[in-house]
C-alpha cells in the first residue's frame, strides 16, 4: 500500500536532498520510532513502516527519480515579467542622445535566502541534532526534521523568496527617440518567481514641448522675428538650431510668414542617424512696422520703401 504523505514529508527533507541526509534522515527517525522502542504503540507502528517505505523509495536513485517525476508538484508559472516606466526627456536630449541616471523599483530574488525563502533554524542552530543530554542521547532536531533549516523563516524576504530592490541604472537614451518610443533594458524587469530569470524594463519616452522648437516627426520648426529693415532690404538674420545659433540670408521683400528650409538641422533618425529638416517661419510684425521710427522711415525710403509698402509685406 502506498502512503499518502510525501516521501520528502515524511522523512522531513528538502526535495534537493542528497543520499547522505536520506540516510541520516531514515536512520534518526528509525531509531525513534522503531517497534522495539516503543512497544504497543499502533502510532509509532504506522510511522515507522511509513519511514521505511520512503526510504527504500529515496535511497534507490532509479526509484526516486521515478517517484520525482511522478510526485512533482505542479511548477509554478515563471513567466517573465515585464516592467513598464515613463522617462521624460527634453528635446535636447532626443537630438543628441543622453546619458540618464534613474531608479527602478523591481523584484529580485532573495540573496540571503537565495530564494528558498527559508533559513537557520532556531532550535538547532543548523546543525540537524539536538542533544539530549540527561540521556546523551543526539536526535534529528524535531523542529527541522533534522535539515538544520527551515522553510518560510528569512528575514530579508518574509519568506517569499523574492525581495522588492531599489536599482539604480544607467540608461543610454539614443539619439532620435521620440514621444511614444520604447527603450528596452533586457534582463531588468521583475524575477515573476525565486530562481526565474527576470523580465525585462521598458521605457516609455516622453519628449518634452520645446519653448522654441515645434516637432513632427524628423522635421523641426520655428518662428523667428524680422525687424522692418532686415525684411525690406534683406541680410543675415539670426536663427536658432539645435546646434546652436545659425546666421541665414533673406531677399530683400520678404514677406511676413516665408518659410526657410534648413536641410539636415532638423532631428535625427532613430536607426540610420540622419537628420531631418529645420523650417524657420519669418515674421514681420505690423506692430513694428508701426512703430517706426522717423530715422528708419527716412532711412528705408531712400531705398524706395514707405511705410505702407512695408505693411504689406508684415502680418
Ligand atoms: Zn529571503
Ligand atoms: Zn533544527
Redesign the pocket.
Known amino acids: 500500500m502506498r502512503t499518502e504523505r510525501d516521501y520528502y514529508e515524511i522523512l522531513g527533507i528538502s526535495r534537493s536532498a542528497t543520499q547522505a541526509e536520506v540516510q541520516r534522515a531514515f536512520r534518526s527517525l528509525a531509531k525513534r520510532y522503531h517497534p522495539d522502542h516503543n512497544p504497543g504503540d499502533p502510532r509509532a507502528a504506522q510511522r515507522f513502516k511509513e519511514i521505511r517505505e520512503a526510504y527504500e523509495v529515496l535511497s534507490n536513485p532509479e526509484r526516486r527519480r521515478r517517484y520525482d517525476h511522478a510526485s512533482a508538484p505542479p511548477r509554478q508559472a515563471t513567466i517573465a515579467r515585464d516592467l513598464v516606466q515613463d522617462l521624460s526627456i527634453s528635446l535636447e536630449d532626443a537630438f543628441h542622445g543622453a546619458a540618464r541616471r534613474m531608479a527602478v523599483i523591481r523584484r529580485i530574488t532573495c540573496g540571503f535566502c537565495r530564494g528558498t525563502g527559508g533559513g537557520t ?1 532556531p ?2 542552530r543548523g546543525l ?1 541534532v539536538s542533544v539530549r543530554l540527561w540521556r546523551w542521547e543526539r536526535e534529528a ?1 524535531r ?2 526534521g533534522g535539515r ?1 533549516w527551515l522553510p518560510g523563516t528569512c528575514h530579508a524576504c518574509a519568506g517569499r523568496g523574492l525581495r522588492e530592490e531599489v536599482q539604480v541604472l544607467w540608461v543610454r537614451i539614443p539619439a532620435g527617440v521620440d514621444t511614444g518610443s520604447r527603450i528596452r533594458l533586457s534582463g531588468m524587469g521583475d524575477v515573476p518567481a525565486p530562481g526565474a530569470s527576470p523580465g525585462d524594463l521598458y521605457l516609455r519616452v516622453r519628449v518634452q514641448a520645446h519653448p522654441r522648437f515645434y516637432r513632427s516627426g524628423r522635421d523641426l520648426s520655428c518662428w523667428v522675428d524680422v525687424s522692418p529693415v532686415r525684411a525690406a532690404l534683406g541680410g543675415r538674420v539670426w536663427v536658432p538650431t539645435m546646434l546652436g545659433t545659425r546666421a541665414v540670408r533673406i531677399p530683400p521683400g520678404t514677406r511676413s510668414g516665408t518659410a526657410i528650409r534648413l536641410e539636415g538641422m532638423g532631428m535625427p533618425d532613430l536607426r540610420s542617424g540622419q537628420r531631418g529638416v529645420q523650417w524657420v517661419f519669418l515674421r514681420l510684425s505690423r506692430r513694428d512696422v508701426e512703430g517706426l521710427g522717423p530715422l528708419e522711415l527716412g532711412w528705408l525710403r531712400l531705398h524706395g520703401w514707405s511705410r505702407e509698402a512695408l505693411l504689406t509685406l508684415a502680418s
Open positions: 533554524c532550535s538547532c540537524g532536531c523542529r527541522c538544520g
